[in-house]
Structure formats: structure tokens, C-alpha cells
């Protein structure tokens, strides 16, 4: 079973802990087993091959779904950009996917033709001009990209381009996916505004984005808040990650 971790009220990392199993919705409880047989001969449809374990009640109520079949709240492409301008003093993105296909430009041909990434300096667009408006506000803006060893073209070219990311004013830091997977960092492609709203990005096959889910349950939001502050403390700056692709071949 593939499980996900969703949450723990313990301070030094034990159990009490909730998962979550993405396949099959399951809930799998982590505490302390019952064992006292006075106690549990008061269980009512106990099995042979049953266990019990002994949570407090916070775990549950902190982690525990609230829902049995949960809706995604799926927001427009233009509802998704305004978040861009409203957001009030953190946007952050985690990068998993070994390409995206809103890469594969003129700039990514040329990228594999002669291995260099071109970028304007005057960085005249739009996304830019508002990206460095918001890091000169004082807002902090940045991501982690998980990269495979040996990168793929994708991740190669935005590597690159990491150096366009950090012109803006963003904190433009990398992350090998063995690392990422060390320390169970979540697979899910996503942006945290404000440590309070969520967007998933969704792809399909062909690298393409196919829609944005937004969540805003605060125990979610907790469990990629956990996975934005993991990244961050595990990956490095872009340019020390170049260094090291750079010396791996």
C-alpha cells in the first residue's frame, strides 16, 4: 500500500501520526497498541486478527479528513495569476516533474542545440515585471526544483534559467529527487501563497498543465507547509547545485 503521511500532534517526531493511502482513501493510525486484556475484551467487533491502538482525541480532530469524498475546489488559469499580484507576503513553489511542456520554446531549441539558455536581461513580461515588483515590496518569492541524476533536458534547462529566476528576486534553489525521496518529500507539483492557500498543479502525460486545485483546509495546508520547509532546509542554491551537476560529468 502506498501511504502518505497527513500529519502528527507529536513534537519530537513519534507517534501518535496519521497516513493516508492515495490509492484507496484508507486512513492508517499510528499510536500506542492496546494490549491490556481487560481492556481490550471491552472492545465490541474485535477480531482475531484485529489491533487496537490508543490515540488522543487532537490527533483526530487536527488530522484526521473531514470529509469522506473530498471535492477539488478547481480554480481558472486567470484566477490562478491573480494570486500572483494578491498575495500578501509569501508565494513558494515546488518543482517535481522531469519537464513541462510550456518550456519547450524557441529558447528551449536553442537550449539543445548549443547547451546555453538564452534570457532577456530587461526581463519585459509580465510575469517578470510583477515578480520583481512583488520581491521589491519586500515579499518573499521562491521554489525548489527536484532534479534527477543525471538531469534530464528539462531540468538542465531550467537550471539554466534558474539564473532568470534569481534576477527577479526569487530564492531559486535545487534538490537531487534521491534526496527528496530520503526525506518522503510530497510528489505534488505546487505553489503556497501566504502559508494559508494551496494550488496543486495537475499534468497530464505530455507535461502539459491541465488544471489547478486550490486547498485551503488548514491541516493540509500544514502538510505542504512541512513539505515547503523540508525542501528548503535540504536543497541549495541554484548555482551551487550547477557546480555540483558540473562536476558529476
Known amino acids: 500500500m502506498r501511504l502518505r503521511f497527513t500529519g502528527t500532534d507529536s513534537k519530537v517526531g513519534n507517534c501518535p501520526a496519521l497516513h493516508e493511502s492515495p490509492d484507496t482513501r484508507e486512513v492508517v493510525v499510528q499510536g500506542r497498541p492496546l494490549t491490556d486484556p481487560e481492556d481490550l475484551a471491552q472492545l465490541q467487533h474485535f477480531g482475531a486478527g484485529d489491533a487496537a491502538v490508543v490515540v488522543p482525541r487532537e490527533l483526530l480532530v487536527n488530522w484526521a479528513p473531514k470529509e469522506i469524498d473530498p471535492m477539488p475546489d478547481v480554480i481558472d488559469a486567470d484566477e490562478f495569476a491573480r494570486l500572483f499580484r494578491d498575495f500578501e507576503h509569501s508565494a513558494w513553489h515546488l518543482e517535481t516533474r522531469r519537464g513541462y511542456a510550456s518550456d519547450r520554446d524557441e529558447s528551449f531549441d536553442e537550449f539543445l542545440r548549443t547547451g546555453v539558455v538564452v534570457w532577456e536581461p530587461d526581463m519585459a513580461s509580465e510575469w517578470h515585471q510583477n515578480i520583481r515588483r512583488q520581491a521589491d515590496a519586500g515579499k518573499a518569492i521562491g521554489r525548489v526544483r527536484v532534479v534527477d541524476n543525471p538531469p534530464t533536458d528539462g531540468q538542465r534547462f531550467l537550471l539554466g534559467y534558474a539564473a532568470c529566476n534569481a534576477a527577479t528576486g526569487e530564492d531559486a ?67 551551487q547545485f550547477a557546480a555540483q551537476v558540473a562536476a558529476l560529468e
Open 173 to 239: 534553489r535545487c534538490l537531487w529527487r534521491s534526496d527528496a525521496e530520503r526525506v518522503r518529500l510530497l510528489e505534488e507539483d505546487f505553489w503556497i501563497f501566504d502559508s494559508r492557500l494551496v494550488v496543486v498543479l495537475h499534468f497530464n502525460d505530455a507535461d502539459e498543465l491541465t488544471s489547478y486545485e486550490a486547498k485551503t483546509e488548514p491541516a493540509e495546508v500544514v502538510r505542504y507547509s512541512i513539505a515547503r520547509d523540508a525542501a528548503l532546509h535540504h536543497a541549495v542554491s541554484y548555482d
